[in-house]
Nanobody, 123 residues
């Protein structure tokens, strides 16, 4: 089975930056589109960003476009999310997963999740 381990979260002030990592293990890293998702307290889990297997195509939720950058290193079975100009609205637990298209956006592909990593942005 695949294990997904997110890391890099923390507490930052508005305008600050964080770099999240997602390490996959347990089987060969596939050529799936990989994505980041987040869930704030009392809200549904939502799409944040996705990246093709080659890294040549990226996709972002409107709320983070221009501030976040997704990347991947297939040799390390790792996906990253560089988060700049953070806002309090970005506060959530961030998860990674393979991603699939869902209308004009994206949703998760696999039923399993890592533990997530908490991102808290203070005012």
């Amino acid at each position: 089975q695949v294990q997904l381990v997110e890391s890099g979260g923390g507490l930052v002030q508005a305008g600050g930056s964080l770099r999240l990592s997602c390490a996959a293990s347990g089987r060969t890293f596939s050529r799936d589109v990989m994505g980041w998702f987040r869930q704030a307290p009392g809200k549904d889990r939502e799409f944040v960003a996705a990246i093709s297997w080659s890294g040549g195509s990226t996709f972002y939720a409107d709320s983070v476009k221009g501030r976040f950058t997704i990347s991947r290193d297939n040799a390390k079975n790792t996906v990253y999310l560089q988060m700049n100009s953070l806002k309090p609205e970005d506060t959530a637990v961030y998860y990674c997963n393979a991603a699939r298209r869902d209308g004009s956006s994206w949703t998760y592909l696999y039923d399993y999740w890592g533990q997530g990593t908490q991102v808290t942005v203070s005012s």
